[in-house]
């Protein structure tokens, strides 16, 4: 049954509720976390308690992440290796896994030697570069199935591969990561905590999750229970037992860096948003979405049309735009000369002359990229509304 505004369930972070549902929201096609198109029909909502922004956890939204996880393939759109994020300072590509152990190594600092659990390790992105900044450390991965165990254990410095919940893995460590797990996660605060037993004392957590106020085509992603801001997360990592010593939202764009240490007794921390505040905000840009639809539409005329991106937001507006897309556009060598959705790729010095190509990112990163696609100029980028 779909819930209404009165039965929209408790908050799966503090238990308040009912939440209060983001209008208009089921009427968006979504996407898997693993960028494959998923129907309309989510709800999305925002606690009356502690302000923070999160699905509808009801069987009905077990049972889509069931059908999701059955068919999980991790990087498709490149054969399996991990995309790049580009600095927004120099513009230089990197692979997201090695810019952020760079900003671990030079913010927080590594101990010499030390062993590391990376919960959710899917092929191992995050423990070969750390192993390359690291080398000395002793590195553990967990999955929840056996797809990617032969690729991790091949992985210089991998001690082990475990298809157990974490808390059933051996040992206690130096740092435990999370690359964008926690937000698959229902109830984060308990399996935090829970996650806190495996660390030494003073052990670090170092946490990856999307930032839905850089990027918000990270709200259209349906198996993601929770959609953090920087100080929402804070606030669960904190009630969880921990001390945050470095929360940042530039490390990689788009997305939340957080170091912790295990530290107990913490004071609570109160939202610095309301509610109601937090629920504007999330709503705008709900209809920011719906007006990237529009834009692109009234791009697609005659001749060519690509989109640039095939990631998250490429994905969806190829599904809001009913397939009617000649071509994808990507930066990433290991995506162009490949096919996406039954359409081509191309480098952008590929691009037909005379195409039209929509740029499918963020306003800010956007315009980044047309700047980078300004020496091709034989065809002509198009940037989403600015909000
Ligand atoms: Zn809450």
């Not at 693993?34 to 999305?44: E, I």
């Not at 049972?63 to 580009?86: D, K, L, N, W």
């Not at 999955?143 to 591969?161: H, M, N, Q, T, W």
């Not at 998250?312 to 556009?329: C, K, M, N, P, S």
Request: with cysteine; charged share 20%; hydrophobic share 40%.
């Amino acid at each position: 049954m779909r819930p209404t505004q009165a039965s929209a369930g408790r908050c799966h972070l503090c238990g308040a509720g009912p939440l209060d549902l983001v209008p208009d929201y089921g009427g968006l096609g979504r996407v898997t976390s693993d960028c494959k198109p998923w129907p309309r029909g989510g709800w999305l909502g925002v606690c009356p308690g502690c302000a923070a922004v999160q699905k509808v956890i009801d069987p009905a939204w077990h049972e889509e992440c069931a059908a999701i996880y059955r068919a999980y393939t991790i990087y498709h759109q490149s054969g399996g290796v991990e995309q790049p994020v580009f600095a927004p300072e120099t513009g230089a590509a990197a692979s997201r896994s090695s810019r952020l152990v760079g900003q671990l190594t030079a913010h927080v600092g590594l101990p010499e030697t030390g062993r590391l659990l990376d919960v959710g390790s899917g092929n191992g992105a995050l423990l070969r570069a750390f192993h390359q900044a690291a080398p000395r450390w002793a590195l553990v991965g967990t999955e929840l199935g056996d797809k990617y165990r032969a690729e991790v254990e091949s992985i210089p410095g991998v001690e082990a591969f475990y298809n157990c919940p974490a808390g059933d893995v051996p040992g206690r460590f130096t740092m435990v990561s999370m690359i964008h797990v926690l937000e698959h996660v229902p109830g984060p605060g308990q399996f935090l905590e829970d996650l806190g037993r495996k660390l030494n004392e003073g052990g670090l957590l170092l946490l990856e999750v999307p930032d839905h106020r850089q990027n918000p085509f990270e709200l259209l992603i349906a198996d993601h229970a929770s959609h953090f801001t920087a100080e929402a997360l804070a606030a669960v990592v904190e009630s969880a037992g921990f001390e945050v010593i470095a929360a940042a939202r530039n490390w990689v764009p788009k997305e939340i860096s957080l170091v912790a240490r295990k530290a107990a007794g913490n004071p609570p921390r109160r939202p610095s948003e309301t509610p109601a505040a937090v629920l504007a905000a999330v709503s705008l840009r709900v209809r920011w979405l719906r007006s990237v639809t529009e834009a692109a539409r009234g791009v697609r005329r005659d001749g060519p049309f690509g989109v640039l991106g095939t990631s998250i937001a490429g994905t969806w507006l190829f599904q809001e735009l009913d397939g009617e897309v000649d071509f994808f556009v990507d930066e990433d060598p290991h995506r162009a000369g490949r096919q996406y959705l039954g359409r081509p790729i191309y480098a952008p010095a590929q691009v037909p002359p005379g195409g039209r190509v929509f740029i499918a990112l963020p306003h800010p990163i956007a315009a980044h990229v047309r700047e980078r696609l300004g020496r091709y100029p034989g065809y002509s980028c198009h940037l989403p509304p600015t909000g």
